[in-house]
Every structure is written in C-alpha cells, then in structure tokens.
C-alpha cells in the first residue's frame, strides 16, 4: 500500500474513532463490552447512543465524507515501493508471488500460534488478530475440527442457483469447480483433491435451508459455500452455530462483515454498501453542475435489494446536496418484465437511474429503461457490480447498453479485450477448453475469481501447525493478504481479524461501450481498504448497527 493511502486510511481510523463509529458498527457487544483491542472505543460508546453522530453512523457504512477524507492524499509523498517484486506478466510469475504471499501469512500465523497469542488456547478459545476470537465450547458436542476431511479428499459443500431468473450465477459453480479439477490434477492440496458437491436451490431460501442441512447431516463437509444474500441470510446462523467455516459468501451483503456475531462467514465482492456511497461519489463528482439530483433505483424486492436501498437511502439522507429526491421502486424477483415498474420510474422524471438487481433483470432494467424513452432523458444509467459480467449482461442487450455505468468492485470480465492477453485470463480461458467448457462464457472466469482465494486459504491452512483443519482454515482467512490477479491493480484485496472483516474495499467506475463491448475505466481506482466499519445487520431497524 502507498505513503498516501496509509495516511488516509489512519485519518480515516481516526474520524471513526472519534465518533464511536466503529462501536455503533458492531464492534461493541450489546452489553457494551469489546474486544481486547477495542475498549477505547466501547468506552466512547457508552455516552453516545442519544447523540446525533451515532444515530447518523449506525449504518456501519461509509459516508461521502469519510471516502474524501480518506483518500486524501499529499502530493509530494511518494508511494512505498514493495519490499519483493515479481513479474505479472507471465503466469510463472504470478504463480511465484501467490507462494511467496502464502509463505509470509504461513510464517506470521504460525509464530502467533508458538507464542501462544494465537490458534486454540486452553480455554478451547480460537483466538487471531484484532481481537478475532470463536468460543469453540460453544460448539455442537459432536463437532471435529477436521470433519470433512479424508485421506484423500476435501469435501465442501456448495449451495447455487442454476435454474430461474438467476440460473447465469450458477456458472460461478462451473468455474470454481473447474479450477478444482485443474488443482486435483496437479497435487491437490497437501495430497488431497478437492471435492465441490454443488446444490442448485433456485434461489428459494427454503431450498437453501433443506440443502445446509443435508450437507451438514450426511455429506460430511468440511466447509460451505453459498450464493445469495436473501438464502445465505436464511442459514448464516445455523452455519455458525455448528462452527463450519463459511468464508467468501457468493454475494456482497455488508451482513457478511460481522465477524462478532458471524465470525465462520466472510464475504469476497465488494459490499453493496460500499457500492452505494460510490454511486454518489459519482454522481458528486461528475454532475456537480445540476446537483442535487433525482435518483431512481430498481430494487429487487428481497433481502439482496434491500441492502442496496438502505445503502443508497442512507447516503441520500447524509447528502441531500447531492440528492434531492430518491425513489425506491421495487420489482419481484421472479417478475418476466419490468415495464410497470420502470413506467413508474419514467413518471418520476430522474435525472440518474440505478439498477439494484440481479441475474436477467439487469438485461430487463437496460432494455426498458431504452425503449421506454427515459435512457435519453437520464444524466447517467447505472447497472449494479453483480451483472457487470459481459456475455451475460451487457452484450444481449446490444445498443441499449451503450454508455451505463458500473461501480464493478475492481472486477475483471474474462470476456473483456483489454484483458484477453493478461497471463493469468489466459490461463483461465485455456483450462476452461481444456475442461470443455466455453470461455465465452464470462460467469466461468467469474468462478475462479472466488475459487483462488478459496484454494490460497486452503493451502495456508494446510501448512499451519497441526494441519488443515477449520479453525486453521478461519486463521488463514482471518489473515488473508494476496494479490488477485483478476481484480484490477490499485485495490487491495485481503481480511484482518476483527479490524478489517471486508476483502474488497474500492472500485473502478467504468462505462460500457457496446461497440467494442468492453468497460472503459473513467477517473481513478477508489480504494479504502481497513476503513469500513463492521456490520451486525438488523433488518427491522433498518441495515447495519
């Protein structure tokens, strides 16, 4: 990380601080106390739950404010330059940075682990950095730190949608499992293939509910992995209370940042909270001339939409130069059009529109929003970071899609031209042949962008004192620090503890240009990596507290 970025992200630490913000988020339990490293702040919190800055903060998200503050920069500093360098320009390189990085986490856990700071104390207590700590006494009592794993197999458990409206995620499966077949056929990990046993549950949180159960009851995993917020919302708890890790959350619900109350889950896109304040970052910036503006957003009608709304309402209301008016129109989930919904949003004359959806709604919002007449009226059209994936979401939609924007969360499309020539898209592309699959497909590329943080964690694990096992697995993830090779240079990708509970911070704003059916970056990469608050979600009282 820079010189500058450093700088802004303690002032930022600082701001946070000052306010109690970090309390308010969920660093605090509901008795008041805090983590060991944390009492300052519960100390500041126990005077300021009537004040105005903790009614304001309790979102857990950051404000237009903070990201300014942060990202405030000194010119005349210089960037660090890193102490090893590599070359990303061929896949060997690539290959010996990601072992480098996983030696260094290797070395740092396990020293923690030998001077007892870290791993399972006598009290039966996982303890990492920051504070991150799991009571395992509260465990079932037929709970194995090793379930799941065999002589010669890895067995984690997958619950994906690939039938309805949403069925294009579940190519997610497809790819994640054939970067699996491609480490199988390669060693494995410590000898071990990973087994992927994949669930497709339509996207109905009942059916995701009846699946955890079996993989928990009779598929003997060693882990789970879900796609959703509405259906992971439905299971995170019980997945906690039987103590199976959960790490990297096919989905960028702010819920997945509670490592407190959730401390076996973890997300990997970037939050859809963050995803808000960005929109207005964008919005601030590049409309200054017509500020405050009219904003409608699409929502889809579930707990993922509603992270969306609740995000963009709470910047709308710290923010009202910027946004004069916000209309929320919600769409169900299953619904075959959207030309009620967008008939309403025409009426209501916004100058800017926003997606808040998923899966083959994204095509519905741009198709309608076109042929409705308003994209030629609208400052700026706007698609949600989950359907910035080009085969599936922009190139159907031919001409209409010509110019929407993206906050994508630093994401590379497999698809995209100027990332054809990349080593490590290539070697995606070339294993998917291999496997027969399409590398057309974009959503498989998209796979692996989850599978090799999931494989990095795996292979640290692996190589702590007393092997691969679940709470080792929860300290390689709790201290994850690499280089993502599928997201874009300038955003940090990584956890810490309790502190950083967040794997992706910041984002590209980019802009499609149908034509060469690629995403053009506009302005500069936004990242705040460590700066955003915990979330202990509370759906009735309205997002994060």
């Given at each position: 990380?820079?010189?500058?970025?450093?700088?802004?992200?303690?002032?930022?630490?600082?701001?946070?601080?000052?306010?109690?913000?970090?309390?308010?988020?969920?660093?605090?339990?509901?008795?008041?106390?805090?983590?060991?490293?944390?009492?300052?702040?519960?100390?500041?919190?126990?005077?300021?739950?009537?004040?105005?800055?903790?009614?304001?903060?309790?979102?857990?998200?950051?404000?237009?404010?903070?990201?300014?503050?942060?990202?405030?920069?000194?010119?005349?500093?210089?960037?660090?330059?890193?102490?090893?360098?590599?070359?990303?320009?061929?896949?060997?390189?690539?290959?010996?940075?990601?072992?480098?990085?996983?030696?260094?986490?290797?070395?740092?856990?396990?020293?923690?682990?030998?001077?007892?700071?870290?791993?399972?104390?006598?009290?039966?207590?996982?303890?990492?950095?920051?504070?991150?700590?799991?009571?395992?006494n509260d465990c079932p009592g037929d709970w194995s730190?090793?379930?799941?794993?065999?002589?010669?197999?890895?067995?984690?458990?997958?619950?994906?949608?690939?039938?309805?409206?949403?069925?294009?995620?579940?190519?997610?499966?497809?790819?994640?499992?054939?970067?699996?077949?491609?480490?199988?056929?390669?060693?494995?990990?410590?000898?071990?293939?990973?087994?992927?046993?994949?669930?497709?549950?339509?996207?109905?949180?009942?059916?995701?509910?009846?699946?955890?159960?079996?993989?928990?009851?009779?598929?003997?995993?060693?882990?789970?992995?879900?796609?959703?917020?509405?259906?992971?919302?439905?299971?995170?708890?019980?997945?906690?209370?039987?103590?199976?890790?959960?790490?990297?959350?096919?989905?960028?619900?702010?819920?997945?940042?509670?490592?407190?109350?959730?401390?076996?889950?973890?997300?990997?896109?970037?939050?859809?909270?963050?995803?808000?304040?960005?929109?207005?970052?964008?919005?601030?910036?590049?409309?200054?001339?017509?500020?405050?503006?009219?904003?409608?957003?699409?929502?889809?009608?579930?707990?993922?939409?509603?992270?969306?709304?609740?995000?963009?309402?709470?910047?709308?209301?710290?923010?009202?130069?910027?946004?004069?008016?916000?209309?929320?129109?919600?769409?169900?989930?299953?619904?075959?059009?959207?030309?009620?919904?967008?008939?309403?949003?025409?009426?209501?004359?916004?100058?800017?529109?926003?997606?808040?959806?998923?899966?083959?709604?994204?095509?519905?919002?741009?198709?309608?929003?076109?042929?409705?007449?308003?994209?030629?009226?609208?400052?700026?059209?706007?698609?949600?970071?989950?359907?910035?994936?080009?085969?599936?979401?922009?190139?159907?939609?031919?001409?209409?899609?010509?110019?929407?924007?993206?906050?994508?969360?630093?994401?590379?499309?497999?698809?995209?031209?100027?990332?054809?020539?990349?080593?490590?898209?290539?070697?995606?592309?070339?294993?998917?042949?291999?496997?027969?699959?399409?590398?057309?497909?974009?959503?498989?590329?998209?796979?692996?962008?989850?599978?090799?943080?999931?494989?990095?964690?795996?292979?640290?694990?692996?190589?702590?004192?007393?092997?691969?096992?679940?709470?080792?697995?929860?300290?390689?993830?709790?201290?994850?620090?690499?280089?993502?090779?599928?997201?874009?240079?300038?955003?940090?990708?990584?956890?810490?503890?309790?502190?950083?509970?967040?794997?992706?911070?910041?984002?590209?704003?980019?802009?499609?240009?149908?034509?060469?059916?690629?995403?053009?970056?506009?302005?500069?990469?936004l990242d705040l990596n460590g700066g955003t608050p915990?979330?202990?979600?509370?759906?009735?009282?309205?997002?994060?507290?």
């Amino acid at each position: 990380m820079g010189g500058k970025m450093k700088r802004g992200i303690l002032r930022l630490l600082a701001l946070l601080l000052a306010f109690g913000m970090v309390a308010a988020s969920c660093g605090s339990d509901d008795d008041g106390s805090a983590g060991s490293d944390s009492s300052a702040t519960a100390d500041a919190s126990d005077d300021s739950g009537d004040s105005e800055e903790a009614e304001e903060e309790k979102t857990g998200t950051l404000s237009q404010e903070d990201i300014e503050e942060a990202l405030e920069a000194d010119d005349e500093e210089e960037a660090e330059e890193p102490e090893v360098s590599f070359d990303r320009s061929t896949i060997e390189g690539i290959w010996e940075e990601a072992a480098y990085n996983r030696q260094q986490m290797v070395d740092k856990i396990t020293a923690k682990m030998d001077a007892g700071e870290w791993g399972i104390n006598d009290d039966n207590v996982l303890k990492g950095p920051g504070g991150f700590r799991i009571d395992l006494n509260d465990c079932p009592g037929d709970w194995s730190d090793t379930h799941g794993i065999t002589d010669s197999e890895i067995r984690i458990g997958h619950t994906t949608v690939q039938s309805g409206n949403l069925a294009a995620y579940g190519n997610l499966a497809v790819g994640w499992d054939s970067l699996n077949r491609y480490v199988n056929e390669n060693g494995g990990v410590g000898g071990k293939s990973i087994n992927l046993i994949i669930k497709d549950d339509g996207y109905v949180s009942a059916q995701t509910i009846e699946f955890v159960d079996e993989l928990i009851e009779s598929a003997n995993v060693f882990s789970i992995l879900t796609l959703g917020s509405p259906n992971t919302l439905a299971v995170y708890d019980k997945i906690n209370e039987e103590c199976i890790p959960h790490p990297f959350v096919m989905s960028g619900h702010p819920a997945w940042g509670d490592p407190e109350n959730h401390p076996w889950t973890t997300g990997l896109h970037m939050s859809y909270s963050t995803e808000a304040v960005l929109w207005g970052t964008w919005i601030k910036n590049n409309l200054a001339d017509k500020l405050p503006v009219k904003v409608a957003g699409l929502v889809m009608d579930n707990d993922f939409g509603l992270a969306y709304e609740i995000g963009f309402q709470d910047y709308t209301d710290k923010n009202p130069d910027v946004v004069a008016e916000y209309l929320p129109v919600r769409h169900d989930p299953a619904a075959p059009t959207l030309t009620n919904e967008v008939t309403t949003i025409d009426a209501f004359d916004p100058d800017v529109f926003i997606s808040m959806t998923a899966g083959n709604p994204c095509l519905l919002a741009i198709q309608e929003v076109e042929s409705s007449g308003l994209l030629s009226r609208l400052d700026a059209a706007f698609t949600p970071s989950v359907c910035k994936a080009i085969a599936a979401y922009m190139k159907p939609a031919g001409m209409a899609a010509h110019d929407w924007l993206v906050v994508g969360g630093g994401n590379k499309d497999s698809t995209d031209p100027k990332y054809a020539n990349e080593p490590f898209i290539a070697f995606i592309n070339s294993t998917l042949e291999e496997h027969g699959l399409d590398p057309a497909i974009s959503l498989y590329a998209a796979g692996y962008s989850y599978g090799y943080p999931y494989l990095e964690i795996l292979r640290v694990a692996d190589e702590l004192p007393g092997g691969l096992s679940r709470t080792n697995l929860m300290l390689a993830a709790r201290n994850l620090a690499i280089y993502h090779p599928q997201i874009m240079d300038g955003i940090n990708t990584g956890l810490s503890g309790a502190t950083d509970a967040y794997f992706v911070e910041g984002s590209d704003f980019s802009r499609f240009d149908a034509e060469g059916q690629t995403w053009n970056q506009v302005g500069e990469i936004l990242d705040l990596n460590g700066g955003t608050p915990n979330c202990k979600w509370d759906k009735d009282q309205g997002g994060c507290r």
